[in-house]
Structures are given as C-alpha cells and as structure tokens.
C-alpha cells in the first residue's frame, strides 16, 4: 500500500499523537504515562528539534510517523489498522537513505512484531537492558550500509 511521506505538520499534531499512543499500547500492553497535553508538546516542541519527523498518510489520514536523524531513530510507530501493508518499510527506507550510514533505535523486547521488522531489515542487537520510563526491558539494534 502506497502512503504520502510527508514532513511533520503541526495541525496533524493530534491525530499523529493519538495513533502514536494507541499503537505503542497496543505494542507493550501497556497505557502511555505522559498526559495527552505532555505529549502533545513533546511531538510539536522538543521531538522536531533532533529529529526529522515524517508523517505517513493515506487519503489525509495518519497512518504512521517516524522521528530520526543521520545515526539514531528515535521513534516509528504505525496505525494498527496499517500494520503490515508496508507503511513501516517506507518510513524506515527514508531514514535509511537519510543515514550516515549506520543507525541505532531501542525496542521493548516484549514488542516481538518490531524485533521482527528489525531484523528483517538488517538490525542487529547490540544490547539490552536501556533504561526508560515504562520500565521494560528494552533492545537496543543497530544497522549498517554493507
């Protein structure tokens, strides 16, 4: 399925934020910690100041979003509705192509689905154990131009 790559727009700010936590529950198990308003401002303000973020849409919809720069992605999640149809890859391509070459992003080890993509992708684990706020166990993956 073909997805609209676009940069980050301020007025998808709500529906990119609400598809991001309900993936990312869907993925842990578990409900996000930070207050909508929290993490409203964190998508808007502090996120876009280290990272590109990319919005996916289809027919003006939110589909998926990535935040990455040229050695780290920081965040990728996809609507649970679109997971699967290729929506991922293409965000995940562009950061690639955007790269140094190398690239690192932590998973939570209980998101098997992301460890799949991941590795299928090239990642390989580089280490465990990364300490964050919902106190899960994470993977940390790295991927190489070989």
Do not use: C
């Amino acid at each position: 399925m073909r997805a609209d790559i676009i940069p980050f727009d301020p007025r998808h700010a709500e529906e990119t934020m609400a598809m991001w936590r309900e993936s990312k529950e869907r993925a842990i198990g578990q409900k996000e910690k930070h207050s909508v308003e929290s993490h409203l401002y964190f998508l808007t303000d502090i996120l876009p100041r280290e990272f590109q973020v990319d919005l996916a849409l289809i027919n003006g919809k939110v589909v998926g979003m990535a935040a990455y720069n040229d050695t780290e992605i920081s965040q990728l999640y996809i609507h649970a509705e679109y997971q699967g149809l290729g929506i991922g890859q293409m965000l995940l391509d562009k950061a690639k192509a955007m790269s140094s070459g190398r690239l690192t992003l932590y998973t939570f080890e209980v998101n098997e689905n992301a460890q799949r993509f991941y590795e299928k992708n090239g990642f390989v684990v580089i280490g465990r154990g990364h300490e964050n706020e919902e106190n899960l166990s994470d993977i940390q993956y790295e991927w190489r131009v070989t």
